[in-house]
C-alpha cells in the first residue's frame, strides 16, 4: 500500500551485537519506529528492551513475526538461521532485511527469494555501504569513463583476533560461521557492484580451522579480461580497502564497508603519474541510509528485485569459492548452481 508519510513499525528477531547499531539507525530514521525486539529469554529481550528504547520485548521470533502492529522484520541470527526466519517472516507479511551472508547456499537463498515474491514483501541483505551516498558518487565515477577500460578489482576485509573466541558464531561451521561469508561477503558483493556481472570461473584458497575458513584468498575472472581477487580473514589487522585499476586510473576507497572516521567519508583517485585527487563526500551513517532506503522502499509500495538479486548472486560467488578452496579446482559458475 502506498503512503509516503507512513510510519514503517520495526522489529528485531535476537538480542545481537551488531542489532545495536540498527536500532540506533531505526531511531534516527525518518518516519520509522522500533516497535519490538524478540529474543529466546524473555529477561534478556526486556533488558534490551530498555536499553535501547523499544515499545515491546517478547520472548520468541515467532510471537514478532506474527505481531499485525510491525511492518518489517530486522534479522541478524547467525547465518544458519537466516532461511528458516525469513520464510517465515515472509509468511507472516513482513518486508524482510536480513543479515549477511543471506543464507548457507543457493538454493535457500533462491528459496527465501521466491517466498518473499509470493508474499508481495521486500528481501534486502545488511549491507550498509551500497546505501551510502559515497558509494553512489564512486559508482557514478566507475560507469564514466574516467577510469579507462577496467581491469582489476583488489580487495581486503580482515579484522586480528589475539584471543580466538572459540563460541563466536564465525566459527561454528554449524551456525554457519567461517570468513568468508563474515567478511569475503563485502569483497564478493564489491566486485559484482562495479562490474556489475558473475564472474565466468572462481578459484579460493582458505586456511580452515574448526571446520570453517578462518582466512580466505579468492580470484574470480569476469569477461573482457577483467579480474577480481581478495582476501579476507579473522587474523590480520583490520583492513576494509578496495582498488578498481583501470588502463587511466585507479579508484581507491580505504575503507569501503564502513568509514574509519564516521564524519569524513572519501575515495581517491590515483592517475599514472601517482596523482592522488581526494573526494570527500555527505556524512550521514551508513546504517541509517540503509534504513531509511528500506523504509521508503515499503512506503512507495515498489519491490525492488535488484537487492534479492544481487544477494543471490553474491551467495552464488560465495558457495563456489568455498568449493573451490574444499577441492582445489577452478569453479566454472555456469557448472555450479546454474541459473
Ligand atoms: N552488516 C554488518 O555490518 C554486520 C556486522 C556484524 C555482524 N553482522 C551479521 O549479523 C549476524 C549476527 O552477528 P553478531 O555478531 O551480531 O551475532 P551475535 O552477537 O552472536 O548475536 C546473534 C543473536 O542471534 C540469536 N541466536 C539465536 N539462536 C542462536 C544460536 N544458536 N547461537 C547464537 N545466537 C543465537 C541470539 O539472540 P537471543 O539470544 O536474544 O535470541 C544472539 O544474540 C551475522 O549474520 C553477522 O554476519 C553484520
Known sequence: MKDSNRTVRWGILGTARIAEKISIAIHQAENAELTCIASRDATRAADWAEKHHVK??????????????????????????????TVRAARAGKHVLCEKP???????????????????????????????PRAHEMLELIRSDALGEHR?????????????????????????GGSLGDLGWYCIGVALWAFNELPTK?????????????????IMWFSKDRIASFDCGFDVNMRKWFELAGTKASLIC???????????????????????TRHETANPLQETCMINHFC????????????PDLGINTQR???????????ETVVNLADFFPK
Open 102 to 132: 543471506l543464507a548457507l547456499n543457493v538454493n535457500q537463498a533462491r528459496e527465501m527469494r521466491r517466498v518473499c515474491l509470493e508474499n508481495e514483501v521486500q528481501l534486502m541483505d545488511g549491507v550498509m555501504w551500497y546505501h551510502h
Open 152 to 176: 582489476r578489482i583488489t580487495s581486503a576485509f580482515t579484522f586480528n583476533w589475539d584471543t580466538v573466541p572459540e563460541g563466536d558464531l564465525r566459527l561454528q561451521r554449524d551456525l554457519g
Open 317 to 327: 560467488v560465495l558457495n563456489a569459492l568455498d568449493y573451490s578452496a574444499r577441492t
Open 296 to 307: 521508503d522502499i515499503i512506503r512507495s509500495g515498489r519491490l525492488e528485485q535488484q537487492w
Open 202 to 218: 572462481v578459484f579460493g584458497t582458505a586456511r580452515p580451522y574448526n571446520d570453517v575458513d578462518y582466512n580466505f584468498s579468492g
Open 56 to 85: 515491546r520485548s517478547v520472548a520468541s521470533y515467532d510471537a514478532l513475526i506474527h505481531d499485525p502492529d510491525i511492518d518489517a522484520v530486522y534479522i541478524p541470527l547467525p547465518p544458519a538461521l537466516h532461511g528458516e526466519w
Open 254 to 276: 580505504d575503507d569501503f564497508t564502513r568509514p574509519w572516521e564516521n564524519t569524513k567519508p572519501a575515495y581517491e583517485v590515483k592517475d599514472s603519474q601517482g596523482n592522488r
